[in-house]
C-alpha cells in the first residue's frame, strides 16, 4: 500500500495537468496528507469554508484522481482545523458528502470504455462518452475570437456526420478547444441520446492501444473505436512520432468517415504545422473543415469573467473586471482561476475584493511584465479619448475630428506594435499601406510644430501604458 504521502503526491500530480496554476495554488497546494488506512483516506484543510468550496467544485476531480491512482473506490475524509478554543482541540473531521465511487464513476474516472471480448462495441446503455457535462454551449460565450467556430460547431452538433467532416479546431492553450469539444459532443447527447458519442484525448487514446498491443488485442481496441458514432479526439498533436498509434486512428478514421459517423480532432497548431504526423493522416485532417480558435479579445474576457463573477456570487466593481480582463490575455483557464482565488480571499480573510485584491492575485498568477500594448487597446484608448465610436474610425467619413482619431491611432499603432503598414491599414477601415503611412507622417508632423497636440499624444500615450 502506498503511503498517504506518496499517495497524494501521485495525485497533485494529475490534478496539477486539469486545474489552472491559480486553482491549484489556492485549492490543493495547501492541502496535507494525514492518513491512508484500507479505503479511507484522510486529508487537513484550514477551515469549514475550503471544506465546503472543495466538495462543491473539486469533490469529483479528487475522487477521480484518486480512483486512477489507486485502482479502487476511497472514502474521502477532511480533517478541518478550527478555533483552538473550542472543545475539538484545534479540529474537526468530516466525512465526504459524496459516497465511494461507482462502477459508473469508475468508468468516468479512467476514462476508458472497456473494449467487450467480441468485436462489437458496448450497447448504448452501457455506454460512457467520457463527456464533462459542465462543459456546453450555453457557458462557452461567443466573440470574435471564436464566432465561426462555435457557429459551426452547433450545426456539427445539430447533424453530426453532415457537413464539416472531419472538422478540425486548432488554437493554442488555454482558447477553450476542449470546451467546446465537449459542448459538441453533450448537444448531441441531448438531441439523440442513442447517439455512441465518446470524447478521449490522444494521451489516453495511445494509452489505451498500447495497453491492447501488449495484450494482443489491437483488433479488437480498433473495432471497437469503429463502433462509435461520433468520435472526439483532443490533442491529436500529443500522436506526433507514434507511427503504430497513427496507424490505428488511420484505419479507424476512415472507417468512421466512409460509413458517414463524425469526427472531431482537436491540436495546437494547424494540420500542416504539426511536426511527426504521417502525411496520409495530414490529407485525411484536411480533407474536412479547418477552424482556428484565437485568444479571447477583451469584450470576451470581460463577458467570461462577469459570468465566473455571477457563478460564484462574488461582487466585483466594473473597474476590477476591467483590469484583470486588460491583463490576463492568453488563457480562460487563468481568467477562471484568478476569480477562483478572489472568492477565497474574500471569504477566508473576511474582506472585499479591491482593485489592490485583485493586483496581488493577478501578479501572482501571471508574469507581469510590460504590459503589451495592442492594436485593439490602442482603437479603445484613442476613441474613448476623443469621445468617438470605433465604427466611425473604421469608417469613411471625412469629418476632421474623426480623420484626426483615425490617423492618431495608425500612428501609435505603428509606434507600439510590430504589425506593418498594411496590416494596421487592413484593421483599421481596410485601407491600405500608403494611407497608413501618410497618416503617420502626418501626425509626427504636428508633434513636432505643435505643442499643444504634442501634449494630447502623450496624454493619450499615458493612458496606453496603464
Not at 163 to 181: A, M, R
Not at 185 to 196: F, R, S, V
Not at 227 to 237: A, E, Q, R, S, T
Not at 382 to 387: D, G, N, Q
Request: with cysteine; aromatic share 8%; net charge neutral.
Amino acid at each position: 500500500m502506498k503511503s498517504h504521502v506518496s499517495l497524494w503526491n501521485q495525485c497533485l500530480g494529475i490534478i496539477k495537468d486539469n486545474v489552472s496554476d491559480s486553482v491549484f495554488s489556492t485549492w490543493f497546494t495547501p492541502i496535507i496528507p494525514l492518513k491512508y488506512e484500507e479505503n479511507d483516506f484522510t486529508i487537513q484543510v484550514p477551515s469549514q469554508f475550503f471544506y465546503e468550496y472543495l466538495e462543491d467544485k473539486y469533490a469529483d476531480l479528487i475522487y477521480q484522481t484518486l480512483l486512477r491512482v489507486t485502482g479502487k473506490g476511497i472514502v474521502l475524509s477532511y480533517r478541518v482545523i478550527v478555533d483552538n478554543s473550542s472543545r475539538h482541540n484545534g479540529h474537526t473531521t468530516l466525512q465526504s458528502e459524496h459516497p465511494v465511487i461507482s462502477n459508473e464513476a469508475q468508468r468516468t474516472a479512467t476514462g476508458l470504455n472497456k473494449a467487450p471480448d467480441d468485436l462489437y462495441p458496448p450497447s448504448v446503455r452501457d455506454w460512457n462518452p467520457n463527456l464533462n457535462n459542465r462543459l456546453c454551449f450555453h457557458n462557452f460565450f461567443e466573440g470574435a475570437s471564436n464566432k465561426l467556430a462555435r457557429s459551426i460547431a452547433q450545426k456539427i452538433a445539430q447533424e453530426p456526420g453532415k457537413d464539416f467532416n472531419p472538422c478540425f479546431i486548432y488554437g493554442s492553450s488555454g482558447v477553450g478547444k476542449t470546451h467546446l469539444c465537449h459542448a459538441i459532443g453533450n448537444k448531441i447527447m441531448e438531441l439523440d441520446p442513442q447517439k455512441k458519442v465518446l470524447y478521449i484525448s490522444a494521451h489516453l487514446f495511445e494509452v489505451q492501444f498500447t495497453d491492447a498491443r501488449k495484450k494482443n488485442t489491437h483488433n479488437e481496441f480498433v473495432h471497437f473505436y469503429q463502433g462509435v458514432d461520433v468520435l472526439i479526439l483532443d490533442d491529436i498533436h500529443e500522436l506526433a512520432g507514434k507511427e503504430k498509434t497513427q496507424q490505428a486512428y488511420f484505419h479507424i478514421f476512415n472507417h468512421l468517415k466512409l460509413v458517414g459517423k463524425q469526427l472531431v480532432l482537436t491540436a495546437d497548431k494547424a494540420p500542416i504545422e504539426i511536426q511527426g504526423l504521417e502525411e496520409r493522416l495530414i490529407s485525411r485532417l484536411k480533407w474536412g473543415l479547418t477552424l482556428e480558435l484565437q485568444k479571447p479579445d477583451l469584450e470576451l474576457r470581460k463577458k467570461i469573467l462577469q459570468n465566473k463573477v455571477k457563478q460564484d456570487g462574488l461582487n466585483i466593481s466594473d473597474t476590477i473586471i476591467d483590469y484583470i480582463a486588460e491583463n490576463v490575455t492568453d488563457h480562460v483557464r487563468d481568467l477562471e482561476g484568478i476569480i477562483t482565488s478572489l472568492v477565497a480571499h474574500s471569504l477566508v480573510y473576511n474582506r472585499d475584493v479591491d482593485l489592490e485584491l485583485a493586483k496581488r492575485v493577478v501578479s501572482k498568477t501571471i508574469k507581469m511584465e510590460k504590459k503589451q500594448i495592442t492594436l485593439e487597446k490602442i482603437q479603445d484608448i484613442v476613441s474613448s479619448y476623443f469621445k468617438i465610436n470605433i465604427n466611425e474610425i473604421h469608417s469613411k467619413s471625412r469629418k476632421r475630428e474623426i480623420v484626426q482619431a483615425r490617423q492618431v491611432t495608425m500612428f501609435l499603432s505603428k509606434k507600439y506594435t510590430d504589425h506593418s503598414y498594411s496590416h494596421i491599414g487592413n484593421m483599421v477601415g481596410k485601407r491600405d499601406h500608403a494611407t497608413v503611412l501618410h497618416a503617420c507622417k502626418t501626425i509626427q508632423d504636428n508633434i513636432d510644430v505643435d505643442k499643444g497636440f504634442r501634449l494630447t499624444i502623450k496624454d493619450i500615450e499615458a493612458l496606453l501604458q496603464n
